[in-house]
């Protein structure tokens, strides 16, 4: 397996778009700026206090980095939720341990999802970021088997500094992202 270097790849991307998209210089071309990981807890908190501790260790040991716990921003009665109960855990990366994150994401996880067969071109938005659901955590190497009974899933953002989507898709192309292929438009 061909192991790709996402920081070489980012400079590699001026060259190969300079054409398609006329940039005058290098730093016109897109870069990675963070990459924001989410998973939502819920009310699983109410049912298991420790539910939040495990997500948010497991995440450190994914990302890196030592996760951040979100609050509710209003309180919503039938989902008893009051204000500023903990829903969520969150990790933003930047420089060196967003760029291992990337190449782990890429090299490793990604081909070890079940029945993965592309990530879809809508994905990317209309200001150039790329949003993934990832369905179970135990796709990336750091988790043990013995944790097979809380399994999560999760939002990974990758924000780049691409103005359109179009931009923004075939920079996340050279990064290494497998997009599915287009198929053949049927007449």
Do not use: C, W
Request: net charge positive; no cysteine; glycine share 8%.
């Amino acid at each position: 397996m061909k192991h790709i270097n996402v920081k070489e790849k980012e400079s590699e991307a001026f060259e190969k778009m300079k054409g398609i998209f006329h940039y005058k210089n290098m730093m016109a071309s897109p870069k990675m700026k963070k990459v924001v990981i989410n998973v939502g807890t819920g009310t699983m908190i109410k049912k298991d206090k420790n539910k939040n501790e495990v997500i948010s260790d497991r995440l450190a040991k994914i990302t890196g980095q030592k996760t951040a716990l979100r609050g509710a921003k209003q309180s919503i009665a039938s989902f008893k939720i009051r204000q500023g109960d903990p829903v969520g855990v969150m990790v933003t990366l930047r420089g060196k341990r967003m760029f291992a994150f990337l190449e782990k994401l890429i090299n490793v996880a990604i081909p070890r999802t079940k029945d993965f067969r592309g990530i879809n071109r809508n994905a990317v938005d209309n200001i150039g970021n790329l949003t993934l659901g990832i369905k179970e955590h135990t796709i990336f190497p750091e988790t043990a088997d013995e944790d097979i009974r809380d399994v999560f899933g999760m939002s990974i953002t990758l924000v780049s500094s691409a103005k359109n989507k179009k931009e923004g898709t075939a920079f996340f192309e050279i990064l290494g992202i497998p997009f599915k292929k287009e198929e053949a438009k049927k007449k």
